[in-house]
Structures are given as structure tokens and as C-alpha cells.
Nanobody, 121 residues
């Protein structure tokens, strides 16, 4: 499944924007399904968005049109554009490589290390 590395996190004021990236390397499954999750302190990890192998996008209800997930298959990279950020969006954001050989996204055991997003009031 390769290695996953997230970047793009940081500190932003409420209402601001960030663009996260997740680069996968050393994988034989370029273009397979991928997903973004987040985990806030003291809370369980929660799914944010996913993209299937065929490009179908799904978002958690709390996204409410504020986030957009895209990908660059040639670079084996997925992105998460986050707009109108809120303090409740503060979390470590992680990407997950979906199980290969499926079109739809199914969580695998391959995770990146995460990137911290902090939204101040």
C-alpha cells in the first residue's frame, strides 16, 4: 500500500482556509480509494471524506459543503481543501489508503502520521 505523508496543517483563525495534502509513495495501487479522517484530543477518530477509485466523493455530514477532497492520480496525492474553518475542526488530520481491488473506499491499516490543524476563535 505504500507510505502516506500528510502536510499542510497549521494554525488559522475561524473562517480561514487550509489545504491539506497526502502523498503516497512506494505503492503499486496508484489511484485506489483514499480517505481523510481526523482525531481531536480526547475524541475518537472520525471519518471526514473519501474518494473511490472511480472518483466518487463522500463527505461526513459535519462538512456541510465547507471541505472539498480532490486527487492527482499521476502524483498519487489526495488533497483536502478546507474553507470556513471552525474551532471544532481542530484536530490531527490523517489520510488512509483504501483496500486495493475495490472501487469503493474501505478502511485499511495504512495510515499517515497526520498533520495538526488548529483553528482559533
Amino acid at each position: 500500500q505504500g507510505l502516506l505523508e500528510e502536510s499542510g496543517g497549521g494554525l488559522v483563525q475561524a473562517g480561514g482556509s487550509l489545504r491539506l495534502s497526502c502523498v503516497r509513495s512506494r505503492s503499486n495501487f496508484r489511484g485506489s480509494a483514499m480517505a481523510w479522517y481526523r482525531q481531536a484530543p480526547g475524541k475518537q477518530r472520525e471519518w471526514v471524506a473519501s474518494i473511490s477509485k472511480s472518483g466518487k466523493l463522500n463527505y461526513a455530514s459535519f462538512v456541510n459543503g465547507r471541505f472539498t477532497m480532490t486527487r492527482d492520480i499521476a502524483k498519487d496525492t489526495v488533497f483536502l481543501q478546507m474553507n470556513n474553518l471552525k474551532p471544532d475542526d481542530t484536530a490531527v488530520y490523517l489520510c488512509n489508503a483504501g483496500r486495493p481491488f475495490y472501487d469503493d473506499y474501505y478502511q485499511s491499516t495504512y495510515w499517515g502520521q497526520g498533520t495538526q490543524v488548529t483553528v482559533s476563535p
